[in-house]
Each structure stands twice: as C-alpha cells, then as structure tokens.
C-alpha cells in the first residue's frame, strides 16, 4: 500500500470526520485557542485525546547515592500541565525505566480525578512469565498506579516468535483466561497488545481475531513516515500493512515511536533545512505527529516528554491541528528516503537491551553515534574538510558522554541483548563497527 493510500481506504470524509471537533468542542484553527484533537473510541465512546504521554521517558536526577530516580516535581509539573491542556491518555509498564515509571505515573496522576484521565499499562512478564510471577506483577502494577482499574491494558511486545512465543508468556499459564476474567469483572476495560515483528507474525494475530479465538480491542504499533514503507521488512514489518490491517477490521490504533526515538525530532541538518523552507514557525518533530494524527484510525499517538518544551510543541501541534495534504505526505516520504541514506543504529533509546552483563552502555553508544551523524559532525574520511577537528570533537565527545569502560570495544558478543531489543538491531555487530570506527579515528585510518 503507498504513502496515501489510507485516503483511499477510509476515505477523504474519513480523515476530516476523524480530525473535526466533537460534540461540543471548537474547530481549532491554526490561529485562536488550543482546543487539543480527540477521537472517540467506537467500541466504547471514550474521548481520547490524539497526543498521548508515554511515560518510558519521565525526566531523571540523582538521588543522594548517585543512582538515576525520576524527578516527582517535574513529573507532576508536566502531568498538571498536560491534562490542563486536554492530554488525556498516559501509557506506562512495569519495565519502563528500571521500574520506576507506574509509582511516578501514579503519583503525579491520582492527584486529580480518576476520571480525568485513562491509564494504559502491560503486562510485561519477559523475566518472569510463571503463572504467580505475572499474576504478582498484575497486581502490583495497581498499587503503584494508585487505581482499581485499568482503562486500556496491553500484552507487552508480542510478535517475535509468532504464536509460539505468545502461548509460552500467556496461554500456557493460564494468564490470557485470567485477563478475560478480569475483564469481565471490569477491573480491565481494553485488553489489547503491542507490537514490535514481522508481517507473518501480525498475520497470526489478526487471525486470531478473525476466528473469535483472541479478540483485541486495540493494537500498539510503531508508526512513523520512515517506518511506513521503509522499515526493514524482514524483522519489522511495514506500518503501512499493520495500519491497513488493522483499519479494515476497525480496531483502533495506539502509536508508538512517531519519532524513532527522537531521531525524527532531530534530523540531519539537510532534511531539517528543507522542512524548515516550508514550515519555518513549526517544530521539526511537529512534521511527525502531523503524520501520524493525519490517519483516521489512530485514536491516540504517544510521545515519551521529558521536558515541558517538547510538551509545550506537541500540545501546541495538536491543539492547532492540521492534517497533512497529500502533497505533505509525498513530501515526507522524500524526508523519509533521504533519512535512510544516512547510517544510523535504528535505536529508540528504550533502553530493553539494558543492563548489559558486561557493563556496555548500549543506548549511550548509540545515541552518540547517531547524533554526530545527525548533526553533521561525523567524521568520514582524512580528506574530508575539517577533519582533524571533527575527528577530535567525536572522540573527546565520546570519552565524555559514555565512560571508557562502558564503550563498544568492550563488547564480548555475547548476544544477552539481541532478544529483548524491540527493534531488532543486530546490537553487537553495530556494537563492533563503532569500535572499529572509533579505532580508525585513533590511528587516522579512515
């Protein structure tokens, strides 16, 4: 399916019913008040706000020992702010920052009325999918959200191993016939699943659906206008597909990575000049979200905040919303063609690769590689202008971003971090060609 053919599918009508006001609300226009974009579930009728905040990204400090903890005042300063301006839906899980994220969310969220919002979390047994151990989890993931229900409830990152991995972590032990109960007894309004794999295994799932076997009330994929045509098709499949799919059997669509991890927040210097010659008064990122609110099926996008600015920015996209024209969307596919010219590690900083037995500061690696990439800072060969000095600037930058024994070189390949990177990347061979690189820097190789 191309870039704009879900205009086909659900229609031009589709995609201004979709972005136009509910009952009740203002049109929002480009100029005036915010009035932030909500869709209404059509299972249910819940209002949902577009812009979700996903909570794997709550600001961190130092506490008096050193060790990273989540910034409470700042999380209830970004979570009064966001639901004052509309932003309704907040995704956490039990894994999210080291398991700190559900107390944070719950904190910040039960000082306001538990219906001003809808809690989305998982059950994310990767370590544990024993019968006691997820049900413990379950359990305990109400404690730290401080509530006795969950609004939207998912089964964390299926889709790796098909059906088989699947029964393994919930049908073998029971856990799929436990969430139905609980279902039943209203502590679970949405039971659905997020989706990281290839386009054989999302198959299975829909026919699980299809049969009557598995009924999902939602989906959670990644989707964002590189991803749509341009993911790897082999281990991830294409967001193109997955939408289509899933909008023809009418489940309504939750985003995950609308920026790559930030990587479509800050792209190459070439790409953010030429969207900036079109759109001079409007954010990078803002190209993203608008890519993603623009399809019809997609009742919310989720962005992991970590600052009131960016929280400002996509507030302020989604309160002035406009749906991309078609020329925009062929526009972004160029971005997107031009974005996969450039060799970048295809990390969202999950950090679900961490911690390494071996101490690496996997993301770490990556980020720093991708910024220089990304920032036009990467060295590349000796006769390249200014290499000298941004081949110091890397290598001092480096020193100073991940410690020295924490970097790539220090990859045994060990392969521990392969089946938990959502994204598939072949962590230790990218691992190997940093190393390499950062060896050629050393010894002016390049």
């Given at each position: 399916m191309k870039r704009r053919d879900f205009i086909?599918?659900?229609?031009?009508?589709?995609?201004?019913?979709?972005?136009a006001p509910k009952k009740g609300q203002s049109s929002a226009p480009a100029e005036g008040p915010e009035q932030m974009l909500v869709r209404e579930n059509p299972h249910n009728g819940d209002k949902v706000s577009v812009l979700g905040f996903g909570c794997m990204r709550w600001p961190m400090i130092k506490d008096a020992d050193g060790k990273d903890v989540i910034d409470q005042v700042a999380v209830n300063e970004m979570v009064d702010y966001a639901l004052a301006h509309g932003v309704n839906y907040f995704d956490t899980s039990p894994a999210y920052l080291q398991g700190q994220s559900e107390k944070a969310a719950g904190e910040a969220l039960s000082r306001h009325p538990r219906d001003s919002y809808f809690i989305a979390t998982k059950l994310s047994n990767f370590g544990d999918r024993s019968t006691e151990g997820s049900i413990k989890?379950?359990?305990?993931?109400?404690?730290?959200?401080k509530t006795d229900y969950f609004d939207y409830y998912l089964l964390h990152s299926i889709g790796r191993g098909g059906k088989e991995a699947f029964n393994r972590r919930y049908v073998e032990n029971g856990m799929i016939d436990f969430l139905r109960k609980e279902k039943e007894a209203g502590r679970i309004r949405n039971l659905g699943f997020s989706f990281h794999?290839?386009?054989?295994?999302?198959d299975a799932f829909?026919?699980?659906?299809?049969?009557?076997?598995?009924?999902?009330?939602?989906?959670?994929?990644?989707?964002n206008y590189v991803d749509w045509t341009h993911a790897d098709g082999i281990r991830n499949a294409n967001a193109n597909y997955l939408y289509a799919e899933l909008d023809k059997r009418g489940i309504p669509i939750i985003i995950m990575e609308p920026l790559?991890?930030?990587r479509l927040a800050n792209v190459p210097e070439g790409i953010a000049r030429q969207m900036k010659q079109r759109e001079p008064d409007m954010s990078i990122a803002s190209w993203a979200f608008r890519f993603c609110g623009t399809h019809p099926r997609v009742l919310c996008t989720l962005s992991g905040m970590t600052s009131m600015d960016p929280l400002m920015d996509n507030i302020k996209t989604f309160g002035h919303f406009k749906p991309l024209t078609d020329e925009e969307l062929d526009f972004l596919e160029q971005m997107a063609v031009q974005m996969k010219e450039y060799p970048l590690v295809?990390?969202?900083?999950?950090?679900?690769?961490?911690?390494?037995?071996?101490?690496?500061?996997?993301?770490?690696?990556?980020l720093h590689y991708n910024k220089a990439i990304t920032e036009g800072t990467y060295a590349q060969s000796r006769e390249q202008k200014d290499y000298?000095?941004?081949?110091?600037a890397y290598l001092v930058s480096y020193d100073r971003t991940v410690a020295s024994v924490r970097q790539?070189?220090?990859c045994i390949g060990c392969g521990d971090c392969l089946p938990r990177c959502p994204q598939s990347i072949a962590i230790p061979r990218e691992l190997r060609r940093i190393a390499q690189y950062v060896e050629q820097l050393k010894q002016d190789t390049l």
């Open positions: 086909k599918i659900s229609g031009a009508a589709a995609v201004a019913a979709a972005c989890m379950y359990h305990e993931s109400f404690k730290q959200l794999g290839a386009q054989h295994e999302f829909m026919e699980m659906h299809d049969s009557g076997e598995m009924r999902w009330d939602f989906c959670q994929i990644e989707m790559l991890g930030g295809n990390c969202t900083d999950c950090k679900y690769c961490m911690p390494c037995p071996w101490g690496i500061d996997i993301p770490g690696t990556f000298a000095r941004l081949k110091k790539a070189d220090h």
